[in-house]
């Protein structure tokens, strides 16, 4: 049972534009939302964060958005930047539980 | 900058025999958890560990695998007896509380 999904396994974008990452769960009781960024041989890092009660979250060129009647939340980097390129994953879980994680969409920016 | 730090980052065993993993999770953190992705899947859930006891466990983490916190700094995971099937980048990660998890560079486990 995929409770989080992220449908694209990878995007690619060039520098200067903006990349879209998006992700849909299925489990309403979700009200903590997570993105983390992979690098390869690397452990996941923690990029930003959105709680149930707010829509959007905005941090420096990553803004994260939640649209709880669509169950679908998506991750924008605006401008998109080479070092930009890795894997990213969505996440999610309810107070104090585990974290359920997406399968990951691989973004590409190409110079 | 604190960090989750793991050891070793890479451990090649034969099937059958017991391996630890360990972790050294950041200092104020509270909550401790191990996940793991096998290679080209998802980074999947075993187990969270809070005031010295297990809270919460996936299926994954059957009798084979245990944690441990022996002493204020390290968290384990030992398997007791490896399988083919447990090759994977196991990740440690820690939280000040539920829900943000800092993560560590993970140790990639090879059972032979």
């Known amino acids: 049972d995929q409770q989080v999904k992220q449908n694209s396994p990878s995007l690619s974008v060039q520098e200067g534009r903006i990349s879209i990452l998006n992700c849909d769960y299925t489990?309403?009781?979700?009200?903590?939302f997570l993105w983390y960024k992979k690098y390869p041989a690397e452990g996941p890092t923690f990029l930003i964060s959105?709680?149930?009660?707010?829509d959007k979250n905005e941090d420096g060129r990553f803004t994260v958005f939640l649209n709880k009647s669509a169950k679908h939340l998506s991750l924008h980097i605006v401008p998109s930047q080479p070092g930009d390129s890795a894997v990213y994953f969505c996440a999610a879980n309810k107070l104090g539980g585990k974290l359920i994680f997406g399968q990951g969409t691989e973004l590409s920016v190409k110079p | 900058e604190p960090e989750v730090t793991q050891t070793p980052s890479h451990q090649v065993t034969q099937m059958g025999q017991e391996v630890i993993l360990r972790c050294v999770p950041i200092s104020n953190h509270l909550y401790f958890y191990w996940y793991r992705q096998i290679l080209g899947q998802k980074v999947e859930f075993l187990v969270s560990f809070y005031n010295n006891e297990i809270s919460e466990k996936s299926e994954i983490f059957d009798d084979q695998f245990s944690v441990e916190r022996p002493d204020g700094s390290n968290f384990t995971l030992k398997i007791r007896s490896t399988k083919l099937e447990d090759s994977a980048m196991y990740f440690c990660?820690?939280?000040?509380?539920?829900?943000?998890?800092?993560f560590g560079e993970g140790s990639r486990l090879t059972v032979l």
């Open positions: 990660a820690s939280s000040e509380v539920p829900g943000e998890l800092f």
């Open positions: 489990n309403s009781m979700f009200d903590y």
């Open positions: 959105i709680s149930s009660i707010k």
